[in-house]
């Protein structure tokens, strides 16, 4: 999950790789060449695992099994971007009036 959220919100690499398109090979390479990238990735992805061992109940945690991160990665803080109002809206709403 923390990985996911550095790259999906956090990241400005595109790390979804189609071994299908012609330019696999050279979109692979391309990460590859910027190895500071995937250290950022990594270390924005320990300091939300962090986060979230912290802030989030016990029971949300207990079927999550985080990546265990070199203990020399050093963590970077993510931007945490507000929850847009209308998100907040439905999520405060009683389960049983959502549309699933």
């Not at 999950?1 to 919100?9: F, G, N, R």
């Not at 391309?30 to 270390?43: D, T």
């Not at 300091?47 to 989030?56: F, P, S, V, Y």
Request: net charge negative; aromatic share 8%; glycine share 0%.
């Amino acid at each position: 999950m923390p990985l996911l959220y550095a790259e999906q919100v956090q990241s400005d690499i595109d790390w979804h790789f189609d071994p299908e398109r012609p330019t696999f090979v050279e979109d692979v390479d391309a990460i590859l060449n910027q190895p500071e990238k995937i250290v950022e990735l990594l270390a924005r992805s320990k300091w939300a695992a962090r986060q979230m061992a912290a802030k989030l109940d016990r029971r949300a945690l207990a079927h999550i099994r985080f990546p265990r991160f070199p203990k020399g990665l050093p963590e970077e803080p993510c931007e945490i971007r507000p929850v847009e109002p209308e998100l907040a809206d439905a999520i405060s709403e009683p389960a049983a009036d959502w549309d699933f």
